[in-house]
């Protein structure tokens, strides 16, 4: 049977397969003993292979903690098929990565310098290592209505100005959910020539190294680490993900892992890693084809009446020098209906569902699965469009975030998070210090974070967005957590 699929190429999902067949008797966990105690209809719904290979840490089968067998051996596969030294990987998503190295290479008022269009995981990370975090503004394409990227002068700027010796730790968004990637080559040059640790978060890279016809990826640029998500665009299972190490991970590294990752890592999740990479290795071919099949599909779409699906054009958003084709955004602005409507419309008519709306654009995630999807989603664009010029459309009625300024920042995250603090009707924040992260969503870009001042624009913003139906994570209506006495 191994020899039949393939398995020796996945040598922890080899070891689990080898396993279910030996009819071991489970005196172990997990409680469901490999189906024998399994609620019936749910055995039958997900099949008798999801419970057989759902195990744990058993004779043959290693253990994530300290890996040494399969584990191991899976990890080096990885790690040379991605072109790290050591890989590790993570059962709690990309944010695992990014939270273990943030606390293994920062540290309690230590500088990271990092976008303000950060994902909340490398916010979250600046509370929990209790870092100073220095923002670096990201413009937005007015034409577009897309976030770009980091502009080089503006790093090269912050990291040369540091006069205390002090090194801070980067991390940078590559690419951002759009697709959209900036100058990573020479910013991990300008910031290791300043002596700092890069940290890329690559969540939505996982697929860049099967082609030169997709962006560079973080480790080709010269990356010390590497998070990438592998359960967004490989086919691993939900949660999955790769931390990469330019250099063997260290101690620190292993031990910050342990802290923010479960003791118990499910080896479906685990397993499911082996096999994207292996697929990943298998399948260059069919990701150079979807590659193009970006291309075509931004030329086709935006043949169509009112629709704009950027391609060169893309380069002109602000600090972009390269973009993931396979994540084809479509601007609907000239059909006179918000994304959001947009997408609305193709999951109720066509059952098309998006990645993400937002108030101009739909994005899409494209895959060797989506190759034979083309028409399907052709047909849905055009009859979007011809539905848009028989009806009126709605008007736009979203507020925009993006010319807000940067607040002042009077206490690190992590001061504000466990400071005491208190909720009040958001008419009653003017001038107080924030004390959590909001971050509208979509697409979840922090407007305020924790020991940020709240000025009377945020509020104003917030107030609109609210009114106009919109929400972020943790939001209690109408009201905004700030630090007691501020
Ligand atoms: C840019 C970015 N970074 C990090 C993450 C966190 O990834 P995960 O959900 O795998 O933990 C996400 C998730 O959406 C993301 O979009």
Same mark, same amino acid.
């Given at each position: ?74 990890? $080096? ?110 910013? *991990?040059?300008?910031?290791?020539? &300043? ?16 082609? &030169? ?69 298998? =399948? =260059? ?30 380069? =002109? ?37 998006? &990645? ?17 999807? $083309? ?59 924030? $004390? ?8 979840? *870009? ?41």
């Amino acid at each position: 049977m191994v020899g039949d699929i393939g398995l020796e190429k996945m040598p922890l999902l080899a070891a689990l397969a080898s396993h279910a067949g030996e009819g071991y008797i489970s005196f172990h966990t997990p409680g469901h003993k490999q189906g024998a105690g399994a609620f019936p209809e749910w055995y039958k719904l997900l099949g008798d292979m999801v419970f057989q290979l759902d195990l744990t840490e058993l004779p043959g089968l290693d253990n994530l903690q300290d890996p040494q067998g399969v584990i191991a051996e899976a990890q $080096a596969r990885a790690a040379s098929y991605f072109g790290a030294a050591e890989t590790f990987f993570l059962i709690n998503g990309t944010t695992a990565g990014i939270l273990a190295v943030m606390l293994a290479v920062s540290g309690p008022g230590k500088k990271v310098v990092l976008p303000r269009v950060s994902h909340q995981s490398v916010i979250n990370g600046l509370i929990l290592s209790g870092a100073k975090p220095v923002y670096l503004p990201v413009e937005y394409s007015p034409d577009l209505g897309l976030p770009g990227q980091v502009a080089t002068c503006r790093l090269e700027k912050v990291l040369t100005g540091e006069d205390n010796g002090e090194k801070p730790l980067l991390v940078l968004l590559h690419p951002n959910y759009y697709g959209l990637a900036g100058d990573l080559g020479q910013q *991990v040059k300008t910031a290791q020539r &300043e002596g700092c640790v890069v940290l890329v978060d690559e969540a939505h890279g996982a697929h860049f190294i099967t082609s &030169e016809l997709f962006p560079v990826t973080a480790l080709r640029a010269g990356a010390d680490f590497a998070a990438q998500g592998a359960h967004k665009v490989l086919g691993a299972f939900t949660q999955a993900a790769f931390l990469h190490c330019r250099e063997k991970g260290g101690q620190r590294i292993r031990a910050a892992l342990r802290m923010v990752q479960s003791s118990s890592p499910s080896y479906l999740l685990m397993a499911s890693l082996d096999v994207a990479r292996c697929q990943c290795e298998q =399948e =260059e071919e069919q990701w150079e084809a979807v590659a193009h099949l970006g291309h075509r599909l931004r030329l086709q779409i935006s043949r169509i009446p009112g629709l704009l699906a950027p391609g060169s054009e893309l380069l =002109e958003v602000p600090g972009v020098c390269e973009y993931d084709p396979s994540r084809l955004i479509v601007n609907v602005r000239g059909l006179g209906i918000t994304g959001f409507e947009a997408a609305d419309w193709l999951y109720r008519q066509k059952k098309i569902l998006v &990645e993400m709306a937002d108030l101009d654009n739909i994005v899409l995630i494209l895959s060797p699965a989506s190759l034979e999807k $083309a028409d399907l989603l052709m047909d849905g664009f055009s009859s979007l469009s011809a539905a848009c010029s028989t009806s009126s459309g709605k008007s736009c009625s979203f507020p925009d975030f993006r010319g807000l300024p940067l607040p002042q920042q009077l206490l690190t995250p992590r001061e504000a998070f466990f400071a005491d603090s208190s909720l009040v009707p958001l008419d009653s924040a003017l001038g107080k210090i924030a $004390a959590e992260v909001i971050s509208p969503y979509p697409p979840g *870009v922090p407007v305020l974070c924790p020991g940020e001042r709240i000025d009377g624009e945020l509020l104003e913003f917030l107030h609109d967005w609210e009114r106009a139906g919109g929400s972020w994570p943790g939001r209690k209506k109408g009201l905004i957590k700030i630090v007691a006495g501020s």
